[in-house]
Antibody
Framework: QITLKESGPPLVKPTQTLTLTCTFS??????????VGWIRQPPGKALEWLAL???????RYSPYLKNRLSVTKDTSKNRVVLTMTHLDPVDTATYYC??????????????WGQGTVVTVSS | EVVLTQSPATLSLSPGERATLSCGAS???????LAWYQQKPGLAPRLLIY???SRAPGIPARFRGSGSGTDFTLIISRLEPEDFAVYYC?????????FGGGTKVEIK
């Protein structure tokens, strides 16, 4: 059974850097085709894709946030870390990580974490 | 980037009725790389359909996806009480993935 869980600070001040961790089980990020993505959702608004990292270290970023985002993986600890710099109140959202497997659902995210709420405020 | 426009924004229907949700793309999506998700309040999205028409494991047959190119449709043949939720489409054809703005299916 695949599970993912996001963790990180619930409150961040403007201009600070946010670091979120996705800890997962039931799959390995060293397996061909596997990837983990990050998606966020501001309160009452639509989903927004942020980033994606694959088993072979290929990474993709939202063009709007590319300069502020970094995603890395620690295969031995089954973790993926998302870093976002220069936080602003508009970055207040629920942040999700999700699993994908190119050999099953292509890039569609088939299993999601429960999400973690991040508020940006001074 | 590919912009996805979902319509209508809100769909008011009764249980047992048929729901038709649309997702239009600003440019053609090759290989039908489009997915549909259902989201209920306070919960993470759930994958319903991938590759435009393939049902994810465990998804009831009343959910059907179709379409190609720039026009995609999600049909719920007979609404069950648990189907009232927000639905999003996602395209994964281009390196930059994008979601639509969502359609809320509410009880009439």
């Amino acid at each position: 059974q695949i599970t993912l869980k996001e963790s990180g600070p619930p409150l961040v001040k403007p201009t600070q850097t946010l670091t979120l961790t996705c800890t997962f089980s039931g799959f390995s990020l060293s397996t061909n085709g596997v990837g983990v993505g990050w998606i966020r959702q501001p309160p009452g608004k639509a989903l927004e894709w942020l980033a994606l990292i694959y088993w072979h270290d290929d990474t993709r970023y939202s063009p709007y946030l590319k300069n502020r985002l970094s995603v890395t993986k620690d295969t031995s600890k089954n973790r993926v870390v998302l870093t976002m710099t220069h936080l602003d109140p508009v970055d207040t959202a629920t942040y999700y990580c999700a699993h994908t497997n190119l050999g099953v659902t292509n890039h569609a995210f088939d299993v999601w974490g429960q999400g973690t709420v991040v508020t940006v405020s001074s | 980037e590919v912009v996805l426009t979902q319509s209508p924004a809100t769909l008011s229907l009764s249980p047992g009725e048929r729901a038709t949700l649309s997702c239009g793309a600003s440019q053609s999506i090759s290989s039908d790389y489009l997915a549909w998700y259902q989201q209920k309040p306070g919960l993470a999205p759930r994958l319903l359909i991938y590759d435009a028409s393939s049902r994810a494991p465990g998804i009831p047959a009343r959910f059907r996806g179709s379409g190609s190119g720039t026009d995609f449709t999600l049909i719920i043949s007979r609404l069950e009480p648990e189907d009232f939720a927000v639905y999003y489409c996602l395209q994964y054809d281009t390196p930059a993935l994008t979601f639509g703005g969502g359609t809320k299916v509410e009880i009439k």
